[in-house]
């Protein structure tokens, strides 16, 4: 009977050691969303600024003097690519954290050492 009832207060003890590492685990995931989502905003919105610039400033420069207009087009290409290319980076960290993200396994040691 002492085996039983010490085997079953092993038991609890396991059980509560696996809550933590869950809490731990859903504390981390949570922050990565939100981090994912406010990291996402804050680059689209960046970009949509940039990109606004960038065609109003081309624009201009094309009302002033027609003649550029390839030229001016051209850059304006490679400036919105460059500026694209930054959202795009920011949406590859976002996938990262949400999908491959290195501080759950952290989490997970930490829950398991302490």
Known sequence: MKKIVFFMFALVGVA???????????????FSAIAVGIALGFAALGGAVGMGNAASATISGIARNPSVASKLSTTMYISLAMI???VIYALVISFILLYANPLITDAFRAAAGA
């Open 16 to 30: 509560f050691a696996a809550e933590g590492e869950l809490e731990a685990y859903t504390t981390v995931a949570s």
């Open 84 to 86: 694209e290319a930054q």
